[in-house]
């Protein structure tokens, strides 16, 4: 204990001598900001900042909004620029019947300003007692700050909530609370350490019971203080390489997940086109697809075609972005042939007679099939696209069946409808250009 209390010590003292330093700020119109020594300054025109690492920046006074004296390593102080991920563990005390768990976490979120982050969490609480089981917790929290003026220490107040879910038994899973205050400081311009100690209480049915949670983490995110470069242009030519994947069918007689791998060519900031590969792992389900007539009696049963079918595929693909804006609705549409492997279901689920007589059912080994879409596309970064589209992939059926067999001395008439081999599908693609800047 008393080496924890030293170490705290030492790293508060760190974080006093740490806030001492002063740097200057420069503060830009576009919303970037440099942090280090003004070297050089023509008033009214322009002015040179050198930073810690050496970068010399030049920037007309017309870019520059304001000139400030700041602490040099208050990076708690500031509105962090994308994500904040954080990573942390430590051990919750049970205040009834002793023992408790020792906790690991990870969680993303946003730190929108010097006061306020919303994040998402989850992670593994494990029982220290024997039967107690591993408890994963998903949460969502949200902390408020209040930075100390000249110094790079910020306490906050952390409310927790979520679901904490005990994977032993689910009858000990159920709402989950904490509330906790810490103290948060720098490591660096991109790494904080947080402490923290509060009380956590799950309420699941039939009871609740709490514990004391110690914690120590640790948040990473962008450097706050790293001037905003200018945007890489996005290229209206080049080579673009897409992966997706996805759902065939709602439930028809084809259906189950699908995946492509696309190689294609953008001709212009609208229309790409290329050639791609990929499979269909899908059930081929029909209820009564199978009738068993006997000649002698007239008797009839009925029985359902349970197929599975891995379909790989070869295809061209013509897809048109209607306008280059970040969001733009696309239409695409893809023409190729499936290769068919098939593999009969459990014998429970097929015509008992299937397995009797030379005869199987007779599937196509490869069919031509044409796919058009619709969807939308959003521009996550300047040249990578995020894109979720919807459409009916059509392949020829596999045609009416029948055959006659002989056994045990009945004959028997057997006739299978027709099975499509269309579907509805849904996928959600990622796509990246490469080749020139040059619009």
């Known amino acids: 204990m008393k080496r924890f209390v030293f170490f705290i010590s030492v790293l508060l003292s760190a974080g006093s001598l740490m806030a001492q330093s002063t740097v200057e700020t420069v503060y830009l119109k576009n919303g970037g900001l440099v942090k280090g020594e003004i070297i050089e300054q023509v008033p009214g025109q322009s002015l040179k900042v050198k930073t810690k690492d050496g970068n010399i920046f030049v920037y007309q006074m017309d870019e520059v909004e304001r000139i400030a004296k700041e602490s040099q390593t208050s990076t708690t102080n500031v509105r962090h620029r994308g994500l904040d991920f954080g990573l942390g563990a430590g051990y919750d005390i049970n205040t009834k019947g002793g023992g408790g768990a020792i906790v690991t976490e990870l969680e993303l979120g946003k730190r929108f300003s010097k006061n306020f982050y919303w994040g998402l969490g989850a992670g593994a609480n494990f029982a220290t007692t024997s039967g107690g089981g591993i408890v994963v917790p998903i949460t969502t929290n949200v902390k408020t700050y209040f930075p100390l003026e000249n110094s790079s220490l910020a306490p906050f107040a952390m409310l927790k909530a979520g679901y904490a879910l005990n994977t032993d038994n689910t009858d000990f899973s159920g709402i989950l609370l904490s509330v906790m205050p810490g103290l948060q400081f720098p490591l660096s311009k991109t790494v904080d350490m947080n402490l923290g100690a509060g009380y956590t209480h799950v ?140 593999w009969e279901g459990d014998k429970g689920k097929q015509p008992w007679f299937s397995y009797h007589t030379s005869n199987k059912e007779d599937v196509p080994s490869t069919g031509i099939f044409v796919a058009p879409a619709v969807g939308l596309s959003l521009r996550t970064f300047n040249n990578s696209y995020l894109e979720l589209k919807a459409g009916l992939s ?46």
């Open 203 to 342: 309420i699941y049915d039939g009871g609740s019971g709490g514990s004391i949670s110690i914690r120590m983490g640790f948040g990473f995110h962008k450097n706050p203080y790293k001037p905003k470069l200018p945007p890489v242009p996005t290229r209206a030519k080049g080579f673009q390489v897409t992966l997706e994947g996805g759902k065939m069918g709602l439930g028809g007689t084809y259906e189950g997940f699908l995946g492509n791998m696309v190689l294609s060519y953008k001709l212009n900031p609208h229309l790409s086109i290329g050639i791609g590969g990929g499979s269909d792992g899908v059930d081929i389900y029909k209820d009564d697809g199978w009738s068993a007539t006997d000649i002698h009696s007239e008797e009839t049963r009925k029985y359902d075609v349970d197929l599975r079918a891995e379909a790989f595929k070869a295809f061209l693909r013509a897809q048109y972005r209607l306008s280059d804006k970040r969001i733009s609705p696309l239409v695409s549409c893809d023409a190729g042939f499936r290769f068919y492997g098939y």
């Open 394 to 439: 059509y392949s020829p059926s596999m045609k009416d069946q029948t055959l006659e067999y002989e056994e045990l001395g009945h004959e028997y008439h057997c006739e299978r409808k027709k099975i499509s081999l269309s579907a509805p599908y849904a996928m959600l693609s990622w796509t990246h250009t490469f080749g020139s800047r040059k619009r």
